[in-house]
């Protein structure tokens, strides 16, 4: 080979060179503008099929498959008390579906379009039901669940909900009263209601019953006493409420 068609050689390659590190950086800035929604998407999938697979029947003569000691198995039923919780659907709907969920976890907050979603297709055929489970890891959950049960004492939890969840960055006593006072609440109560040992009490059931029940992480939710871990996507909330309608 020449010395001339080697030198343009090296000259084309340094181009395609050039050419390619200025592509993956504009595909590097796309996936890191993206790369969240992407991984929460995967992740929602991924999830949806493992429940699909712990919850699918064994082969006729193969073992049932166990689930993870400790935790919810999801091929079976549980009965999970309401009690005082937060509701939103009429009583004696078909399916009822009970939420263990903590104000400052990004998934609880993810998962809020779908359950939206389910409310739109399903109407009364569904009830949701809202039970406190603030993980210890975070720190500012606690006060967000007293003042989102403090807000129910006047008829308004699912509007503090909504408010709380939509800036999770925000979460301060502060800010709470700030929600109070755009909702209308009698602020004197609102107080009170916040230092309450009941509403502290609340809690703690909701949190003990957790427990009972084998769920470790949030949101998990129970479709007529049936677990279902995670921010699951619409699809797999739809086969298992579907099957239960069936």
């Not at 939103?88 to 998962?111: L, N, T, Y």
Request: hydrophobic letters at 45%.
């Amino acid at each position: 080979m020449s010395d001339s068609s080697s030198g343009g050689s090296l000259i084309i390659a340094a181009v395609v060179l050039a050419l390619s590190i200025v592509t993956a950086s504009f595909i590097l800035k796309g996936s890191i503008d993206n790369g969240a929604t992407q991984l929460a998407a995967v992740a929602g999938e991924m999830q949806a099929v493992t429940a699909k697979l712990a919850a699918a029947p064994s082969a006729p003569g193969q073992a049932a498959r166990p689930s993870r000691p400790g935790r919810p198995d999801p091929s079976k039923k549980y009965e999970v008390e309401i009690g005082a919780a937060p509701t939103k659907g009429p009583d004696g709907a078909a399916i009822q579906i009970v939420e263990f969920s903590d104000f400052q976890c990004p998934f609880c907050r993810r998962v809020g379009p779908t359950l939206a979603q389910i409310e739109e297709e399903y109407g009364d055929k569904v009830q949701l039901a809202f039970k406190h489970m603030p993980l210890s890891m975070h720190t500012k959950a606690r006060p967000a669940h007293k003042a989102a049960q403090a807000a129910a004492m006047q008829g308004k939890f699912w509007e503090m909900h909504d408010l709380i969840f939509a800036d999770q960055r925000s979460m301060s006593e502060e800010k709470y009263l700030e929600y109070a006072g755009q909702l209308n609440l009698d602020m004197d109560q609102f107080k009170k209601d916040m230092a309450s040992p009941g509403i502290e009490a609340l809690i703690s059931s909701d949190m003990a019953q957790a427990s009972k029940l084998g769920v470790t992480g949030t949101p998990a939710f129970f479709v007529n006493g049936r677990f279902l871990s995670g921010a699951q996507p619409f699809p797999a909330f739809k086969a298992l409420i579907d099957e239960e309608l069936n």
